[in-house]
Protein backbone atom coordinates (compact mmCIF):
# COMPACT_ATOMS: atom_id res chain seq x y z
CA UNK A 1 0.00 0.00 0.00
CA UNK A 2 0.58 3.53 -0.66
CA UNK A 3 0.00 6.58 1.71
CA UNK A 4 0.13 10.40 -0.01
CA UNK A 5 -0.37 13.22 2.27
CA UNK A 6 -1.04 16.38 0.28
CA UNK A 7 0.06 19.98 1.59
CA UNK A 8 1.15 23.30 0.73
CA UNK A 9 -2.76 24.71 0.63
CA UNK A 10 -4.02 28.13 1.59
CA UNK A 11 -5.32 31.34 0.36
CA UNK A 12 -3.30 33.25 -1.97
CA UNK A 13 -4.73 36.62 -4.26
CA UNK A 14 -4.61 36.24 -7.80
CA UNK A 15 -1.36 36.32 -9.67
CA UNK A 16 0.38 34.41 -6.70
CA UNK A 17 2.01 31.49 -6.13
CA UNK A 18 1.78 28.48 -4.14
CA UNK A 19 3.62 25.18 -4.11
CA UNK A 20 2.07 21.61 -3.19
CA UNK A 21 3.84 18.66 -1.95
CA UNK A 22 2.76 15.47 -1.40
CA UNK A 23 4.85 12.86 -0.39
CA UNK A 24 4.37 9.21 -0.30
CA UNK A 25 5.02 6.28 2.25
CA UNK A 26 4.58 2.56 2.01
CA UNK A 27 5.45 0.51 -1.13
CA UNK A 28 6.30 3.26 -3.08
CA UNK A 29 8.99 1.30 -5.49
CA UNK A 30 5.81 0.37 -7.28
CA UNK A 31 4.50 3.51 -8.16
CA UNK A 32 4.27 4.39 -12.01
CA UNK A 33 2.95 7.70 -12.53
CA UNK A 34 1.57 10.91 -9.95
CA UNK A 35 -0.66 12.89 -10.31
CA UNK A 36 -2.52 16.05 -9.33
CA UNK A 37 -6.34 16.69 -10.06
CA UNK A 38 -8.22 19.29 -8.47
CA UNK A 39 -11.92 19.58 -8.23
CA UNK A 40 -14.01 22.91 -7.88
CA UNK A 41 -17.29 22.99 -5.67
CA UNK A 42 -20.11 21.19 -7.89
CA UNK A 43 -18.10 20.53 -10.99
CA UNK A 44 -16.15 16.96 -11.38
CA UNK A 45 -12.62 15.87 -10.27
CA UNK A 46 -10.04 16.89 -13.06
CA UNK A 47 -6.20 16.35 -14.21
CA UNK A 48 -3.68 18.66 -13.63
CA UNK A 49 -1.16 17.12 -14.76
CA UNK A 50 1.30 14.31 -14.01
CA UNK A 51 4.68 12.45 -14.05
CA UNK A 52 5.95 9.34 -15.08
CA UNK A 53 9.08 7.52 -13.14
CA UNK A 54 10.85 8.62 -16.06
CA UNK A 55 9.92 12.01 -15.30
CA UNK A 56 7.58 12.66 -18.79
CA UNK A 57 4.87 15.40 -18.10
CA UNK A 58 1.34 16.20 -18.91
CA UNK A 59 -0.85 19.24 -18.06
CA UNK A 60 -4.08 20.55 -18.68
CA UNK A 61 -4.65 23.24 -21.34
CA UNK A 62 -5.90 25.33 -18.19
CA UNK A 63 -2.58 25.14 -16.22
CA UNK A 64 0.22 24.76 -19.28
CA UNK A 65 2.86 27.41 -19.00
CA UNK A 66 1.69 28.59 -15.15
CA UNK A 67 2.21 24.95 -13.40
CA UNK A 68 5.01 22.67 -13.39
CA UNK A 69 4.86 18.82 -11.68
CA UNK A 70 7.94 17.55 -10.53
CA UNK A 71 9.40 14.50 -8.16
CA UNK A 72 12.73 15.02 -5.97
CA UNK A 73 15.49 12.56 -6.81
CA UNK A 74 14.12 9.33 -4.79
CA UNK A 75 10.73 9.73 -6.79
CA UNK A 76 9.02 9.72 -3.56
CA UNK A 77 7.73 12.90 -3.31
CA UNK A 78 5.33 15.13 -6.15
CA UNK A 79 5.41 18.76 -5.85
CA UNK A 80 3.20 21.37 -8.35
CA UNK A 81 4.49 24.70 -8.49
CA UNK A 82 1.53 26.93 -9.20
CA UNK A 83 2.41 30.60 -10.26
CA UNK A 84 -0.06 33.03 -12.07
CA UNK A 85 -2.71 31.90 -9.98
CA UNK A 86 -6.15 32.88 -10.91
CA UNK A 87 -9.84 32.75 -9.10
CA UNK A 88 -10.99 29.69 -11.44
CA UNK A 89 -8.06 27.75 -9.67
CA UNK A 90 -9.92 27.68 -6.84
CA UNK A 91 -10.45 23.92 -5.94
CA UNK A 92 -9.59 20.75 -3.45
CA UNK A 93 -6.82 19.54 -4.82
CA UNK A 94 -5.63 15.96 -5.06
CA UNK A 95 -2.39 13.94 -5.09
CA UNK A 96 -2.54 10.07 -6.73
CA UNK A 97 -0.46 7.64 -8.10
CA UNK A 98 -0.73 4.65 -10.06
CA UNK A 99 0.95 1.67 -7.77
CA UNK A 100 2.16 -1.46 -9.35
CA UNK A 101 1.06 -4.51 -7.27
CA UNK A 102 1.63 -7.71 -8.69
CA UNK A 103 -0.05 -8.03 -11.96
CA UNK A 104 -2.37 -5.08 -11.13
CA UNK A 105 -2.12 -1.73 -10.65
CA UNK A 106 -4.14 0.07 -8.22
CA UNK A 107 -4.30 3.87 -7.61
CA UNK A 108 -3.90 5.78 -4.39
CA UNK A 109 -5.43 8.96 -3.67
CA UNK A 110 -4.65 11.81 -0.58
CA UNK A 111 -6.84 13.38 1.20
CA UNK A 112 -6.51 17.13 -0.57
CA UNK A 113 -5.33 20.50 0.11
CA UNK A 114 -7.67 23.36 -0.48
CA UNK A 115 -6.32 26.23 -3.06
CA UNK A 116 -8.60 29.49 -2.37
CA UNK A 117 -7.15 32.40 -5.49
CA UNK A 118 -9.35 36.18 -4.30
CA UNK A 119 -9.67 37.98 -7.09
Known amino acids: QVQLVESGGGLVQAGGSLRLSCPAS????????MYWFRQAPGKQRDLVAS???????NYADSVKGRFTISTNNAKNTVYLQMNSLKPEDTAVYYC?????????????WGQGTQVTVSS
Open 26 to 33: GSIFGINR
Open 51 to 57: ITRSGNT
Open 96 to 108: AADVSEGQTVRAY
